[in-house]
């Protein structure tokens, strides 16, 4: 089970932290990532992270404003999320993946966490 917090209403410049804690068959959870969904669009690939050597992979529409990291005896994830846009405004979803290897897509994932919304005003 994953749950994800840490959604919110934030100005564009504004910083978030999403939070995503995993319980459970935690073990066998080797990848974690951070998808989202604006209305009316595809979920899209924001970032991950591997839990046996904590290598990171963005988007690249949030590389050096969002950076994510993990508390591996927390099971839990972070997104930090820096100089957000109006564009960043999405449902962001957590995900987690049984696989060693990283991935970018949605149907690679094989956990997911409920979505918490982001909204950037300008």
């Known amino acids: 089970q994953l749950q994800a917090s840490g959604g919110g209403l934030v100005q564009a410049g504004g910083s978030l932290r999403l939070s995503c804690a995993a319980s459970g068959r935690t073990f066998s959870i080797q990848n974690m990532g951070w998808f989202r969904q604006a209305p009316g669009k595809e979920r899209e690939f924001v970032a991950a992270?591997?839990?046996?050597?904590?290598?990171?992979s963005y988007a690249d529409s949030v590389k050096g404003r969002f950076t994510l990291s993990g508390d591996n005896a927390k099971n839990t994830v972070y997104l930090q999320m820096d100089s957000l846009k109006p564009e960043d405004t999405a449902v962001y979803y957590c995900a987690a993946r049984r696989s060693s290897s990283a991935s970018y897509y949605v149907w690679h994932y094989d956990y997911w966490g409920q979505g918490t919304q982001v909204t950037v005003s300008s």
């Open positions: 992270i591997t839990s046996t050597d904590s290598k990171t």
